[in-house]
């Protein structure tokens, strides 16, 4: 098993930048793939970035550009790197992680099994 612990949210001004961490407890196995899912109010959990062991990665278009997704493999640690942020960043952040692909689609909630509790992001105009 694995679990994962977010932290790094908070309270920013459009066009700030905020850092968002993934800490990885337990059997790294189950990180092969490792995804940041957003969900605001409302809304459906929205795929933001998505990286492999292999260095591949995967960005939604709204965020291609702004957001930049990183692991650290010496601390099992995933990064999200938010650079000008907007209003409609706001949301709940959660990182996923697991050890195969299903459909191969990784910015699809289904594709993990394994969630954080999620941190939160608020950004102000």
């Known amino acids: 098993q694995v679990q994962l612990v977010e932290s790094g949210g908070g309270s920013v001004e459009a066009g700030g930048s905020l850092r968002l961490s993934c800490a990885v407890f337990?059997?790294?196995?189950?990180?092969?793939?490792m995804g940041w899912f957003r969900q605001a109010p409302g809304k459906g959990r929205e795929g933001v970035a998505a990286?492999?062991?292999?260095?591949?990665?995967w960005y939604a278009d709204s965020v291609k550009g702004r957001f930049t997704i990183s692991k650290d493999y010496a601390s099992n640690t995933l990064y999200l790197q938010m650079n000008n942020l907007k209003p409609e960043d706001t949301a709940m952040y959660y990182c996923?992680?697991?050890?195969?692909?299903?459909?191969?689609?990784?910015?699809?909630?289904?594709?993990?099994?394994?969630w954080g509790q999620g941190t939160q992001v608020t950004v102000s105009s």
């Open positions: 996923a992680a697991d050890s195969r692909a299903k459909r191969g689609n990784f910015l699809a909630a289904p594709e993990y099994n394994y």
């Open positions: 337990g059997y790294t196995y189950y990180t092969y793939y």
């Open positions: 990286i492999d062991n292999d260095g591949h990665t």
